[in-house]
């Protein structure tokens, strides 16, 4: 599972020490492979200080892929607000946040391929199909299409249905197809008592969707306690 943990090991608080940074040149130079000369070590120094304020989450390894992409989208971000804007900068900070199964990944990495000048498109291409490959993507697709609320209440089916609608954006292009695409997939009870003109935002359909399950389970709680009473008659 992809583990995030804040780096709040600082005990002086957002503070970055000298000896801090010192390590972390170190660490960074063991694991990236890529030693500043003494010239560039005070700006270095400067970049990771600022960096390692934002307190970036690191990552363990890959199983679940909306944590590799949430993960990497707040590596960038971070980096974008440090103004960090070298390519190899970038791969390096970014490096130094992988650690346990995806630590080892990246020492496998750099046993096969010149990394030292590795851009950051390069490294986000090497980490996505590493931790989310366009096979896995592919499955998602297939999965969405087939998605289907079976006996599945309407929250779960929803919530499975706006996880994969993230990786389909060309066959929900819009709330339109949205709508149209989540209808389709309702239990087939639930479907004939929309009120389809009315609902022209997929949030409207998944409240519609909501409220007719609550008053169909409500209409089934009643027939049968009708049935009861009438067989104890």
């Not at 707040?74 to 970014?94: F, G, P, R, Y």
């Not at 650690?99 to 986000?124: C, D, P, Y």
């Not at 087939?146 to 006996?151: F, I, R, S, Y």
Request: proline share 2%; with cysteine; net charge positive.
């Amino acid at each position: 599972m992809a583990g995030r943990t804040r780096n709040n090991n600082n005990s002086n608080g957002d503070r970055v020490s000298a000896g801090d940074v010192a390590r972390i040149i170190c660490a960074i130079a063991d694991r990236v492979g890529n030693i500043p000369s003494q010239n560039q070590d005070q700006s270095k120094s400067e970049m990771i200080a600022k960096f390692e304020k934002l307190h970036p989450y690191k990552f363990l390894c890959g199983s679940n892929p909306y944590e590799v992409e949430s993960w990497l989208r707040q590596i960038k971000k971070l980096l974008d607000t440090s103004d960090i804007q070298n390519e190899q900068d970038m791969v390096t900070m970014a490096v130094f946040q992988m650690e346990g199964e995806a630590n080892h990944w990246w020492k496998m990495i750099r046993s096969t391929r010149q990394v030292k000048t590795l851009t950051w498109r390069q490294f986000k291409d090497l980490f996505m199909e590493k931790y989310f490959p366009n096979s896995l993507r592919q499955e998602m697709v297939q999965e969405f299409l087939q998605l289907k609320q079976g006996k599945m209440p309407v929250t779960q089916y929803a919530n499975r249905f706006e996880a994969l609608s993230k990786y389909v954006s060309a066959i929900v292009a819009n709330e339109k197809d949205k709508v149209r695409r989540f209808e389709w997939g309702l239990d087939t009870d639930i479907r004939g008592r929309l009120i389809i003109v009315q609902l022209s935002t997929y949030a409207q359909m998944v409240d519609r969707a909501l409220f007719v399950e609550c008053e169909l389970a409500d209409s089934k709680r009643i027939q049968n306690q009708q049935s009861r009473n009438n067989n104890q008659s």
